[in-house]
């Protein structure tokens, strides 16, 4: 009679897959997250779109919104999955790296929109405070959605 043998190699695959329950929390931290980057970042553009410190001159639905919606509710999400799945495979040292080089990269952009056409900044506006401004933007993210995995 032939006896099946179970492969050393089958076994280790098995115990090194996440159960559903680990997967869903990961994505249910991922969600939330994204979400609350996007309100936090809507209602960061609100504020200092309020207080004239800069404007968005071509926006769609002028006529009803002050900011522009398609970059927080499309651009933000896309841009927050982006960072929490690359920030999610470096190591700590390179995380703190990472985020200042993606803080650099959005002073440059909004210096590029304002050339653009899409953004303006008030005569009192220093592209510093944008640098500070997404780098703790972005700690506070990343807090965030590890705040959400341990729960």
Same mark, same amino acid.
């Given at each position: 009679?032939?006896?099946?043998k179970h492969?050393k190699?089958?076994?280790?695959?098995?115990?090194?897959?996440?159960?559903f329950?680990?997967? @869903?929390?990961? =994505?249910?931290?991922?969600i939330?997250?994204? #979400?609350f980057?996007?309100?936090?970042? &809507?209602?960061?553009? !609100? /504020?200092f779109?309020?207080?004239?410190?800069?404007s968005?001159?071509?926006?769609?639905? @002028?006529?009803? =919104?002050?900011i522009?919606?398609?970059?927080? #509710?499309i651009?933000l999400?896309i841009? &927050?999955?982006?960072? !929490? /799945?690359?920030?999610?495979k470096?190591?700590?040292?390179?995380?703190?790296?990472?985020i200042?080089?993606i803080?650099?990269?959005m002073m440059l952009s909004?210096?590029q929109?304002e050339?653009?056409?899409?953004?303006?900044?008030?005569?009192?506006?220093?592209?510093?405070?944008?640098?500070?401004?997404?780098?703790l933007?972005?700690?506070?993210?990343?807090?965030?959605y590890?705040?959400?995995?341990s729960?």
């Amino acid at each position: 009679m032939n006896t099946a043998k179970h492969s050393k190699k089958w076994n280790l695959r098995l115990s090194q897959r996440k159960p559903f329950s680990a997967r @869903s929390k990961h =994505f249910s931290a991922y969600i939330s997250t994204i #979400l609350f980057a996007s309100w936090i970042g &809507t209602y960061l553009d !609100l /504020y200092f779109v309020g207080i004239q410190l800069y404007s968005f001159p071509i926006r769609p639905y @002028s006529n009803i =919104f002050t900011i522009n919606i398609v970059f927080t #509710l499309i651009g933000l999400p896309i841009l &927050t999955t982006f960072f !929490l /799945y690359f920030i999610e495979k470096m190591k700590t040292w390179k995380k703190g790296i990472f985020i200042v080089t993606i803080s650099l990269i959005m002073m440059l952009s909004e210096k590029q929109s304002e050339a653009i056409g899409w953004f303006a900044h008030n005569e009192q506006w220093e592209h510093s405070y944008s640098f500070f401004g997404y780098l703790l933007f972005m700690t506070i993210i990343w807090k965030f959605y590890r705040w959400m995995s341990s729960i």
